[in-house]
């Protein structure tokens, strides 16, 4: 138990209390920017989604008017 206790007060004079927020903050903020770029990537890639579900859509409207025989609306 002597050495733990050592060890501890050892840990705790080498970094004073408001270096050890100041390192927390640090890694919050790089947490939350690391989720930021995330958060943008997904949002990128679901617009690239939803553009090709639209493009297939609009050609899978033609290719279906073009079977049934409509040229023009008629």
Request: glycine share 6%; no cysteine.
């Amino acid at each position: 138990m002597a050495t733990n206790e050592k060890h501890r007060d050892k840990i705790k004079n080498e970094i004073p209390s408001n270096q050890a927020h100041e390192l927390r903050h640090e890694a919050y903020e790089r947490k939350q920017k690391t989720i930021r770029k995330m958060n943008n990537w997904w949002l990128w890639f679901g617009v690239l989604v939803l553009v090709a579900i639209l493009i297939w859509w609009l050609f899978s409207m033609g290719l279906a008017e073009d079977a049934m025989g409509f040229i023009n609306g008629n």
